[in-house]
Nanobody
Framework: QVQLVESGGGSVQAGESLRLSCAAS????????MGWFRQAPGKEREGVAI???????SYADSVKGRFTISQDNAKNTLQLQMNSLKPEDTAMYYC?????????????????WGQGTQVTVSS
Protein backbone atom coordinates (compact mmCIF):
# COMPACT_ATOMS: atom_id res chain seq x y z
CA GLN A 1 0.00 0.00 0.00
CA VAL A 2 1.45 3.33 -1.08
CA GLN A 3 1.10 5.95 1.60
CA LEU A 4 2.02 9.61 1.88
CA VAL A 5 1.82 11.34 5.23
CA GLU A 6 2.26 15.09 5.63
CA SER A 7 3.33 16.85 8.78
CA GLY A 8 4.57 20.24 9.91
CA GLY A 9 1.52 22.39 9.40
CA GLY A 10 0.27 24.82 11.98
CA SER A 11 -0.80 28.35 12.74
CA VAL A 12 1.67 31.19 12.31
CA GLN A 13 1.79 34.94 11.96
CA ALA A 14 2.34 36.60 8.61
CA GLY A 15 6.02 36.76 7.77
CA GLU A 16 6.90 33.61 9.68
CA SER A 17 8.03 30.27 8.30
CA LEU A 18 6.95 26.66 8.31
CA ARG A 19 8.57 23.52 7.00
CA LEU A 20 6.29 20.77 5.76
CA SER A 21 7.38 17.19 5.40
CA CYS A 22 5.91 14.26 3.50
CA ALA A 23 6.94 10.74 4.42
CA ALA A 24 6.45 8.11 1.73
CA SER A 25 6.06 4.41 2.28
CA UNK A 26 5.37 1.47 0.00
CA UNK A 27 7.56 2.95 -2.71
CA UNK A 28 10.61 5.13 -3.20
CA UNK A 29 10.32 8.81 -4.06
CA UNK A 30 12.91 8.06 -6.72
CA UNK A 31 10.30 5.99 -8.54
CA UNK A 32 7.65 8.71 -8.64
CA UNK A 33 7.73 12.41 -9.24
CA MET A 34 6.49 14.50 -6.39
CA GLY A 35 4.69 17.73 -5.80
CA TRP A 36 3.02 19.91 -3.23
CA PHE A 37 -0.53 21.13 -3.73
CA ARG A 38 -2.88 23.21 -1.66
CA GLN A 39 -6.58 23.83 -1.43
CA ALA A 40 -8.42 26.53 0.43
CA PRO A 41 -12.16 26.25 1.18
CA GLY A 42 -14.21 27.05 -1.90
CA LYS A 43 -11.17 27.13 -4.17
CA GLU A 44 -9.65 24.76 -6.69
CA ARG A 45 -6.74 22.59 -5.71
CA GLU A 46 -3.60 24.12 -7.16
CA GLY A 47 -0.05 23.03 -7.71
CA VAL A 48 2.31 24.90 -5.42
CA ALA A 49 5.70 23.32 -6.02
CA ILE A 50 6.81 20.48 -8.28
CA UNK A 51 10.10 18.61 -8.49
CA UNK A 52 10.95 16.82 -11.73
CA UNK A 53 13.09 13.77 -12.52
CA UNK A 54 16.22 15.84 -13.07
CA UNK A 55 15.71 17.71 -9.83
CA UNK A 56 14.42 20.81 -11.52
CA UNK A 57 11.63 22.62 -9.75
CA SER A 58 8.69 24.78 -10.64
CA TYR A 59 6.49 26.95 -8.48
CA ALA A 60 3.20 28.73 -8.60
CA ASP A 61 3.76 32.41 -9.28
CA SER A 62 2.25 33.30 -5.94
CA VAL A 63 4.95 31.44 -3.99
CA LYS A 64 8.06 32.00 -6.10
CA GLY A 65 10.93 33.26 -4.05
CA ARG A 66 9.27 32.22 -0.81
CA PHE A 67 8.77 28.44 -1.02
CA THR A 68 11.35 25.76 -1.74
CA ILE A 69 10.64 22.13 -2.55
CA SER A 70 13.26 19.47 -1.90
CA GLN A 71 13.51 15.70 -1.86
CA ASP A 72 15.58 13.45 0.36
CA ASN A 73 15.93 10.14 -1.42
CA ALA A 74 17.75 8.46 1.45
CA LYS A 75 14.95 9.24 3.88
CA ASN A 76 12.20 8.86 1.29
CA THR A 77 10.74 12.22 2.17
CA LEU A 78 9.60 15.39 0.46
CA GLN A 79 9.94 18.82 2.05
CA LEU A 80 8.40 22.21 1.51
CA GLN A 81 10.13 25.14 3.14
CA MET A 82 7.72 28.06 3.34
CA ASN A 83 9.12 31.46 4.20
CA SER A 84 7.52 34.89 4.44
CA LEU A 85 4.09 33.35 4.79
CA LYS A 86 1.07 35.43 3.89
CA PRO A 87 -2.58 35.09 4.94
CA GLU A 88 -3.42 34.05 1.38
CA ASP A 89 -1.20 30.99 1.86
CA THR A 90 -3.77 29.62 4.29
CA ALA A 91 -4.91 26.24 2.96
CA MET A 92 -4.73 22.52 3.37
CA TYR A 93 -1.42 21.38 1.92
CA TYR A 94 -1.02 18.00 0.28
CA CYS A 95 1.91 16.09 -1.06
CA UNK A 96 1.29 13.91 -4.08
CA UNK A 97 3.07 11.47 -6.35
CA UNK A 98 2.72 10.76 -10.06
CA UNK A 99 4.16 7.76 -11.83
CA UNK A 100 4.12 9.10 -15.38
CA UNK A 101 3.52 12.82 -15.44
CA UNK A 102 6.65 14.26 -13.95
CA UNK A 103 6.65 18.01 -13.75
CA UNK A 104 2.90 18.32 -14.09
CA UNK A 105 0.96 20.78 -11.98
CA UNK A 106 -2.35 19.15 -12.83
CA UNK A 107 -3.82 17.48 -9.73
CA UNK A 108 -5.68 14.79 -11.69
CA UNK A 109 -2.39 13.40 -12.97
CA UNK A 110 -1.19 12.48 -9.51
CA UNK A 111 -1.88 8.94 -8.37
CA UNK A 112 -1.27 9.16 -4.66
CA TRP A 113 -2.10 11.79 -2.09
CA GLY A 114 -1.46 12.39 1.54
CA GLN A 115 -4.17 13.29 4.02
CA GLY A 116 -3.13 16.92 4.10
CA THR A 117 -1.75 19.24 6.74
CA GLN A 118 -3.37 22.55 7.59
CA VAL A 119 -1.47 25.80 7.29
CA THR A 120 -3.08 28.90 8.75
CA VAL A 121 -1.44 32.31 8.47
CA SER A 122 -2.85 35.24 10.42
CA SER A 123 -2.17 38.89 9.67
Amino acid sequence: QVQLVESGGGSVQAGESLRLSCAASGYSVRTYCMGWFRQAPGKEREGVAIIDTDGSTSYADSVKGRFTISQDNAKNTLQLQMNSLKPEDTAMYYCAATRYYCGSKVPSRYNYWGQGTQVTVSS
